[in-house]
Structure formats: structure tokens, C-alpha cells
């Protein structure tokens, strides 16, 4: 996700049941320092599946951010997003880059890397570049070929052994019926 659609997430796009979280929000910061809600880019929410571990950490921190909340005299719902500051108020996307960026320091890795980490491993994973597209939010598949085809370099020669392999299996499947 990008930063701004991490900040915007709200509890109540989070399906934790299912494992699957809505993105239809992003927010942004004004040059006032005030933070304003948009749509998601290009105007399109996506639903992303989420790993059974992301699951059992939301979870946690959801008791966890409750308790907190309470201490400071907040009964949290469905509406609260789901990262906050310690006072409870919405989460800036440039204090989120700020945060991940102290966190992630020793590991030379930027918050943005590790969306780009997530499409490498996926494609190289053997998912498919629609999937990706999906999960990442790109307005379409082309934009993400441009961005990631440089590490499906066995493409082609993948595709040409699926060809192989049907016209292999065609050849002695013809050859078992003649004979």
C-alpha cells in the first residue's frame, strides 16, 4: 500500500474474518499541515487478501489501540483508523515515511522499497502480473509491466516450454491413439 492509503485505513475496511481490507481512502497533506481524505488513486478502491499473519497482528493491536484509547478517555469503533498517533489523531503520511524510516534504518530500506519488495517477490513467486497489478493499485496492468517486467526475465522462455509441453503431450497422446 502506499503511505497515504496506510494512514487512511479505517477499522471498518478491515474484514478480519475474511482476511481482506478495503482500500478506498488516502489522505494527504495540505501545505497548512492540515491532513485532508481523498479517494483512493485513480479513484478506485481495491480489496487486497491479507496473509493469516497480518490478520492475527491486526487483531492484536486492535485490543491494544482500544486500551490505549481508554486510558486517554476514547472508546474506539469502527471508524477510528487503524494507525494513530499516541493521542489518538490521524497519522500524517510523511510521520508514517518518518517512523518506518527510523525503524527500517539499520536494514537500508525505505517504506516505498517495500512496496516494490512485495512485487518483486510476488512476480517472482509466478503471480500473476493481474494479481499484482490489483494488490499494488495501479489504473492497469500496463503500468505495472513497465515498472516490473524487467524481473520476469524467463518469460519467454517459460512460455515456450508451456507450448512444449501441450504439443509434446498432443504428439504421444496421437501416437498411443494410432497405434
Do not use: C
Request: aromatic residues 4%.
Amino acid at each position: 500500500m502506499r503511505r497515504g492509503e496506510i494512514t487512511a485505513v479505517r477499522w471498518r475496511a478491515i474484514d478480519l474474518n475474511n482476511a481482506q481490507l478495503a482500500v478506498v481512502a488516502s489522505t494527504e497533506q495540505t501545505d497548512a499541515g492540515t491532513i485532508r481524505e481523498k479517494e483512493a488513486k485513480s479513484g478506485r478502491a481495491r480489496t487486497i487478501a491479507l496473509p493469516q499473519l497480518a490478520v492475527e497482528e491486526l487483531r492484536r493491536w486492535r485490543l491494544v489501540q482500544a486500551e490505549e484509547l481508554l486510558r486517554l478517555g476514547i472508546r474506539a469503533d469502527d471508524d477510528w483508523h487503524v494507525v494513530t498517533q499516541a493521542d489518538g489523531s490521524p497519522l500524517r503520511p510523511r510521520s508514517l515515511t518518518h517512523a518506518a524510516s527510523k525503524f527500517l534504518k539499520e536494514w537500508k530500506v525505505t517504506l516505498h522499497s517495500l512496496r516494490h519488495s512485495h512485487a518483486s517477490h510476488m512476480l517472482a513467486s509466478n503471480i500473476h502480473p493481474k494479481v499484482v497489478q490489483e494488490r499494488l493499485g495501479h489504473s492497469s496492468i500496463a503500468i505495472t509491466m513497465d515498472i516490473y517486467s524487467h524481473l520476469m526475465p524467463n518469460m519467454q522462455q517459460d512460455a515456450a516450454a508451456a507450448v512444449d509441453d501441450v504439443l509434446r503431450a498432443a504428439i504421444n497422446k496421437r501416437s498411443k491413439d494410432v497405434g
